[in-house]
């Protein structure tokens, strides 16, 4: 265990409705990252936080938002919930950004949008 | 755009066999890359490969890239039914504010008793 916790585990929404998903940290790493999986694609980043209120675009982004108000905790938003948004959603964290260092990963949240 | 693939999608063995998987890359600015193992939850990290030509071992699994060819091969000697995963491959890219993890799709190895 990492000291990364997310928030729901798991989680059915309505489409058209806003979704948030929470991911705590107790490492005070700098870098955080949200993934989404899905059958055939593997992870594909979608934001990623460099620090406090600092945060850049994955290869996925549209339709999601993030926010970093604290080191510990990165948020993932769905504006407006979407069928194409169902998926499992993995959040890592990585002590640097550019020396070579693993990421660690927490358990997943699984995101249903009906 | 960057691309990591990875080969088979899906491997069926028995137990005691020997597996080779296969990433394949070919990206803008390579730092490193990465294997992790994954059973039904997190990805869990197995190695980090810099080097060329540089075996990483750990018990039954050793990884070896080669950055000319740009892949990567993970091999398991005497599969057990615990390494039934999926098996990610992910390569570190340089992005301006901090690198980034490109993954493929995963093999899918399921070990037969």
């Known amino acids: 265990d990492a000291g990364i916790t997310q928030s729901p585990r798991h989680k059915v929404t309505e489409t058209g409705t806003p979704v948030t998903l929470r991911c705590h940290q107790t490492e005070n790493h700098r870098y955080m990252y949200w993934y989404r999986q899905d059958p055939g694609h593997g992870l594909r980043l979608i934001h990623y936080?460099?620090?406090?209120?600092?945060?850049d675009k994955g290869e996925v982004s549209d339709g999601y938002s993030v926010s970093r108000s604290k080191t510990e905790d990165f948020l993932l938003t769905l504006e407006s919930a979407t069928s194409s948004q169902t998926s499992v959603y993995f959040c890592?964290?990585?002590?640097?950004?550019?020396?070579?260092?693993?990421?660690?990963f927490g358990q997943g949240t699984r995101l249903t949008v009906v | 755009e960057d691309k990591v693939v990875q080969s088979p999608l899906s491997l069926v063995v028995h137990e005691g066999d020997t597996v080779t998987l296969n990433c394949s890359y070919e990206?803008?600015?390579?730092?490193?890359l990465l294997w992790y193992k994954q059973e039904k939850k997190a990805p869990t990290f197995l190695f980090m490969l810099t080097s060329s030509g540089i075996e990483k071992k750990s018990g039954r699994l050793s990884s070896i890239l080669d950055k000319k060819e740009l892949f990567s091969i993970l091999n398991i000697t005497a599969t057990q039914t615990g390494d039934s995963a999926v098996y990610l491959c992910a390569v570190e890219v340089y992005m301006e504010y901090g690198n980034k993890l490109v993954f493929g799709a995963g093999t899918i190895l399921r070990v037969k008793s």
């Open positions: 890592a964290i990585r002590r640097t950004g550019r020396i070579n260092t693993e990421a660690f």
């Open positions: 990206v803008t600015n390579f730092r490193s």
């Open positions: 936080s460099y620090g406090v209120k600092d945060t």
